[in-house]
């Protein structure tokens, strides 16, 4: 079974700067998805940034940039000039890409705080 | 984008009560659903998968008879709770992947999740 493990349970951000949230998955497939999901105090959980393990380059939305390192099975993702709306918990998740298994697996979650 | 909604948004009951919660697509259809509780300050745990005309598939260790699954359309699936006991008290969101979005493009959707309490 594949797991996912976010190190960090906590993390915090001074307004502006830029932070990396950690993520490292275990799995013994080469076709699989990755996906980093924010959850803020509202606890509607909001898709920040997906990957495809094919693909070779590291995925962009704006401000929010991952390191997507295959062999190493890494998934960090960089929020670049933090806001105070990016405060919130984030969680890494994985999902296969073969067959009709679309379950999502879940690390524990980071919490970023971001200080003003 | 898309849209998922959950009602009730919050729902107090007595033990030994049902409490039904619906999940919703609203602007995509959806063959597959999935439940999701999740505790304080953790993470989200899978309950089970719901298929559309079939049905659901749960996790191990996810009670079959006390969390009922229903997926009478593409657009609709309710949760269930049975005999609800304080212990079932929490937080139930649902997600629906998006029929009309393959491979690259997919991803699922979540709504904004149903709290829970049984006194």
């Known amino acids: 079974a594949q797991t996912v493990t976010q190190s960090q349970p906590e993390m915090s951000v001074q307004e502006a700067e830029t932070v990396t949230l950690s993520c490292t998955y275990d799995t013994s497939e080469s076709d699989y998805y990755l996906f980093w999901y924010k959850q803020p105090p509202s606890r509607q959980m909001i898709l920040v940034i997906r990957?495809?393990?094919?693909?070779?380059q590291n995925a962009t939305e704006n401000r929010f940039s991952v390191n997507f390192q295959k062999a190493a099975k890494s998934f960090s993702l960089k929020i670049s000039d933090s806001q105070l709306g990016d405060a919130a918990m984030y969680f890494c998740a994985y999902r296969s890409g073969g067959g009709s298994n679309y379950k999502l697996t879940f690390g524990k979650g980071t919490l970023l705080t971001v200080n003003p | 984008g898309a849209v998922v909604s959950q009602h009730p948004s919050r729902v107090i009951c007595k033990s030994g009560t049902s409490v039904k919660i619906e999940c919703r697509s609203l602007d995509f259809q959806a063959t597959t659903m999935f439940w999701y509780r999740q505790f304080p300050k953790q993470s989200l745990m899978l309950m089970a998968t719901?298929?559309?005309?079939?049905?659901?598939?749960?996790e191990q260790g996810v009670e079959k008879d006390k969390f009922l699954i229903n997926h009478a359309s593409l657009t609709l699936s309710t949760l269930t709770v049975t005999s609800a006991h304080p212990e079932d008290s929490s937080f139930y969101i649902c997600s629906a992947r998006d029929d009309g979005l393959r491979g690259a493009g997919e991803t699922q959707y979540f709504g904004p999740g149903t709290r829970l309490l049984v006194l």
């Open positions: 990957q495809e393990a094919y693909k070779q």
């Open positions: 719901s298929n559309e005309g079939s049905k659901a598939t749960y």
